[in-house]
């Protein structure tokens, strides 16, 4: 029996669990009945089913991949970050457990320069090959644009009618990361589908001016469209993301204007079904672009929460949101600003305990702010001593998103 003919399906590591693909990856599993392990940088936020075991961990630390890959049979791997010298020790961290990685690629990062091979070689390639010398099977699937960078757009759209995007007439063959996710479940399970590799599109190529009308076609306004100067957007991708990225994106966005990306067949090939279209991403993700009153917020972020749905009430902060709460630092009124200062705060603040139940009750809404009051209920892991915290949160609302949340303690900060 050959090795791809073997691969074990009963536990699969999951690497980018928190992120807008692995999520739908973990349910796709869980939905199969498969054990689910993730690594994941924040265990207390990730935000994940109860089933899921997981371990706390970075893609970068060898070591927490090397715990987090033992005892697994197949993994599905998002690789993050630019820097290629942690490839290979990781990449063999990985392989030393499991037998079949599922790599999720990039389309235009691979070797002739159309959809599904490389315009030059790059982090993605790189681990690509990687893989192709590690002892394990793997299955390569090379995805187009994700639908789910719009999202780029969206303050704008909730602040305004108008989106300055650069080179708006690129043509781009977007991709629903639905169907990204449900294609990396069938190569975890499927052994047919071992040492090969597949460009992943959506059902049609579209200019950025057209995904952004079909965006306001949902919501229901009439959005315009401004040409971004390049220069002044690659200083802000640069700051985040790093110059050669910024380079390497915006010289490959503006030969979309001439050569759009092509259409291709691998979900279907894949699943069996055509690739869902961008009006259907549009429809999932409205909330995102929506203009919401703050009885909006107020009521959407309770309800996120008695769901537990934590990735919803996340979607209602803004990214540089800030958080303040005197009684967790002896009187200090210390802002905890942007969303992974507030994560590893909040993972800091109920050390040595576990969550076991939550009560949200209905916000109280006035002008731009509400109130809302929770009851946590706590258990010691030490002790097995149950306790409550109850706090009432006061939020600020702007741009249809929590700007700012002033914390307050009746019970046990």
């Not at 993994?75 to 599922?102: K, N, Q």
Request: aromatic share 6%; with cysteine.
């Amino acid at each position: 029996m050959s090795r791809r003919d073997s691969i074990p399906p009963q536990t699969v590591l999951v690497v980018g669990a928190t992120g807008r693909t692995g999520r739908h990856v973990v349910d796709g599993l869980l939905a199969a009945d498969v054990a689910v392990r993730a690594l994941v940088r924040h265990p207390l936020t990730a935000g994940l089913p109860a089933e899921v075991a997981m371990i706390e961990g970075t893609l970068q630390d060898a070591g927490a991949v090397r715990e987090a890959a033992r005892g697994a049979h197949a993994a599905f791997l998002i690789w993050t970050g630019d820097d290629s010298t942690v490839i290979p020790p990781v990449i063999d961290a990985l392989t030393e457990s499991v037998r079949h990685v599922v790599y999720l690629s990039a389309a235009n990062l691979h070797h002739d320069g159309g959809v599904g091979s490389a315009v030059q070689p790059g982090v993605y390639a790189e681990v690509e090959r990687a893989l192709e010398r590690s002892p394990s099977t793997w299955t390569f699937l090379r995805a187009g644009g994700f639908a789910a960078n719009t999202l780029e757009w969206a303050e704008q759209i909730r602040t305004g009618d108008t989106v300055r995007v650069v080179h708006p007439d690129a043509g781009r063959s977007i991709v629903d990361q639905r169907d990204l996710a449900e294609a990396a479940v069938k190569a975890l399970l499927d052994p047919s589908l071992a040492g090969r590799a597949f460009s992943l599109t959506g059902p049609q190529t579209m200019t950025q001016r057209e995904q952004i009308a079909v965006i306001g076609d949902v919501i229901g306004r009439d959005l315009s469209v401004e040409h971004r100067d390049p220069d002044e957007a690659r200083e802000e991708y640069a700051a985040v993301l790093g110059a050669d990225f910024a380079d390497q994106a915006l010289g490959y966005w503006r030969t979309l204007v001439d050569r759009p990306e092509p259409v291709t067949t691998g979900i279907e090939e894949i699943l069996g079904r055509a690739a869902r279209p961008f009006q259907d991403w549009v429809r999932l993700h409205r909330v995102d672009f929506e203009r919401l009153t703050t009885h909006e917020v107020g009521h959407r972020y309770a309800e996120a929460f008695r769901t537990g749905r934590l990735e919803d009430a996340g979607r209602l902060l803004a990214e540089d949101v800030v958080r303040v709460a005197p009684l967790e630092d002896g009187g200090v009124e210390r802002e905890v600003r942007g969303l992974p200062a507030i994560a590893e705060n909040a993972q800091r603040q109920v050390e040595g305990a576990d969550m076991e139940s939550v009560q949200v009750d209905d916000p109280l809404v006035g002008g731009d702010r509400f109130a809302i009051r929770f009851t946590f209920g706590m258990r010691d892991r030490q002790t097995g001593e149950r306790f409550r915290i109850v706090k009432m949160s006061v939020c600020a609302v702007a741009s249809s998103r929590i700007v700012r949340e002033e914390v307050f303690y009746y019970l046990n900060p």
